[in-house]
């Protein structure tokens, strides 16, 4: 049964930093694309970003451009989100996503959800 488990969610003030983690069991990690969604309170769900298999590309939505990094160690079954210059605007659930199809923008296109976790940014 695959897994995925995020964490390193929290309340930052404006401008500051947070750096997620989500951790996957129960499937050959390297053979995962993965992504990240965010859901802010009374939106839609929106596409952060996504990252290869390898790592060597990443994709991101414009709203996040040049402030997230998202990286991945396939030894330890693990992808980051690293937030920079982080904005009100950020504050949602953070949840990561996997899958075996390809890179994708869309939450439906993935195969396997974690449950997300509560980032904050209010001063």
């Known amino acids: 049964q695959v897994q995925l488990a995020e964490s390193g969610g929290g309340l930052v003030q404006p401008g500051g930093s947070l750096r997620l983690s989500c951790a996957v069991s129960?499937?050959?990690?390297?053979?995962?694309?993965m992504g990240w969604f965010r859901q802010a309170p009374g939106k839609d769900r929106e596409f952060v970003g996504a990252?290869?298999?390898?790592?060597?590309?990443?994709y991101y939505s414009d709203s996040v451009k040049g402030r997230f990094t998202i990286s991945r160690d396939n030894p330890k079954n693990t992808m980051d989100l690293q937030m920079n210059f982080l904005q009100p605007e950020d504050t949602a659930v953070y949840s990561c996503?996997?899958?075996?199809?390809?890179?994708?923008?869309?939450?439906?296109?993935?195969?396997?959800w974690g449950r997300g976790t509560q980032v904050t940014v209010s001063s």
């Open positions: 996503t996997a899958g075996v199809r390809g890179v994708a923008g869309s939450w439906s296109d993935y195969d396997y």
């Open positions: 129960g499937h050959t990690f390297s053979m995962l694309y």
């Open positions: 990252i290869s298999r390898s790592g060597e590309y990443t």
